[in-house]
């Protein structure tokens, strides 16, 4: 019991300072509207430094249909690994929740604009407007990333039900006799990469979205 408490503060107190080897790391301090070194664009800056800071990039690739759907990633400033560190440190929660909230808002828009039939309470799956958020931490070595959320329409390919959710678990369960496992079918998932046009239209509403909410505070 004693070395679990001392394995989790030392979790806790984690080195957050930017990191050599890590791509996000350095990418933490571009500014917005600055391309990636994988063509991703800075959409969204909060906080100012490494201990409260938060960005997002939009992916110059995604699932689904590269004309309508697209990626957004959130990631902290510093390198932090596992959402229990957020506790200790109220500003870079904070921040969390309202770059999560902003992000949020201005996806929906453009997917509320998007779609001509759009209505706050949708009668139909397809003119709704779906966001989905997927994100994960671990301690094991070989996976322990800079955090890290993805952002995305749940709609189409990408809108399959999650393992969490119960309409995953309500699958249809097949079984290999080859493998002697069993499995339940989804459609495959194919990243593509997203016209030119439609990425920096796509960025460039993000932002001017983003700083029109920041200009109401
Ligand atoms: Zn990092």
């Not at 604009?113 to 003119?127: I, L």
């Amino acid at each position: 019991m004693h070395n679990t408490v001392q394995q989790l503060k030392i979790l806790l107190a984690e080195d957050s300072s930017l990191q050599e080897n890590c791509v996000w790391c350095q990418e933490a301090m571009l500014p917005i509207g600055t391309r990636t070194k994988y063509n991703a664009v800075v959409i969204f800056r909060i906080g100012d430094s490494i201990d409260n800071g938060w960005f997002a990039t939009l992916s110059p690739q995604t699932g689904g249909d590269p004309q309508r759907d697209f990626t957004v990633q959130l990631m902290t400033f510093g390198h932090f690994s596992h959402f229990a560190q957020l506790a200790g440190n109220p500003k870079l929660a904070k921040n969390y929740g309202l770059a999560f909230g902003k992000l949020n808002a201005a996806m929906t828009m453009i997917m509320a604009e998007e779609q001509p039939e759009f209505k706050a309470v949708s009668p139909t799956r397809e003119t709704g407007a779906a966001v989905a958020a997927y994100g994960k931490c671990t301690t094991w070595q070989e996976k322990k990333e800079h955090l890290h959320l993805k952002l995305f329409p749940f709609r189409g390919d990408l809108g399959q039900p999650s393992i969490v959710d119960s309409t995953f678990g309500k699958k249809q369960i097949h079984y290999d006799h080859l493998t002697k496992e069993e499995f339940v079918k989804m459609k495959p998932i194919r990243k593509v990469l997203l016209p030119e046009k439609r990425l920096v239209y796509l960025a460039g509403k993000i932002v001017s979205l983003l700083c029109q909410e920041t200009g109401k505070e």
